[in-house]
C-alpha cells in the first residue's frame, strides 16, 4: 500500500475501575489469560514462575483460560501484575485494557517497534529470553508496580481513550480526502 495508517485500540476509559497494585504488598499476583498459549509464550511464563519460586520468592500465579469477559476483567482487576504475551513482538487490546486498570503489564515489543510508540510507553517490555528477571523485578519491587500502574492509566488516558482516537481517525480520513480531491 501506499499509504498505511496506524491508529491506536480504542478504550472507553469508565469501563475500567483504576485499581493499581498498592504500594505495599508483600506477595504480590501475577496473572496470565492466553487465549493461545503458544502465541503468548505460556510456556516461558510458566517456566520463569517456576524458577523463581524455587529460588524462593513469594507471590501468587494464577493462569486461567476461557473465561468471560466478565470473569476475565474481575480477574485483571485484581492482579498486581497482568503478564499479556510473549512472542508477537507488539502489544494488542488486552494489554490495553490491564493498563486501563492500572496494572503493570508485560508485553513483548520488538526493537524495531519501539520508536513507533509514544516515548512513554508503560509496557513491561519482555520476551522469552527476559521474562524471569522481568518478573523478578517486579516481584521485589511493591512502589515499582504502582508506580507503573499509574504510569499505565495515565497512558492510556492520554492515548487511548475513545475520544482521542475518534478525532485522530476523524482526522485521517479527512486528510485522505483532501488528497483525493
Known sequence: FDDVQIFRQPVEIERFAFNPPARDKD??????????????????????????????????????????QEEFFKEMSEC???IDELCAGAHGM?????????????????????SSYPPDLPIVNGNPDTIRDVLEKLIKDAQLRHDIGVKSRKYVEKYHDTEIVIEELSQIYVDQLEKNI
Do not use: C
Open 80 to 82: 498486581d501484575v497482568y
Open 94 to 114: 488486552t494489554a490495553v485494557e490491564a493498563m486501563a486498570m492500572g496494572k503493570p503489564t508485560i508485553s513483548w515489543v520488538r526493537d524495531n517497534l519501539v
Open 27 to 68: 506477595v504480590p499476583l501475577l496473572l496470565h489469560v492466553p487465549t493461545n498459549p503458544q502465541f503468548k509464550g505460556t510456556e516461558y511464563i510458566v517456566k520463569a514462575v517456576e524458577d523463581l519460586k524455587r529460588k524462593g520468592l513469594k507471590f501468587q500465579f494464577k493462569l486461567v483460560r476461557q473465561l468471560t
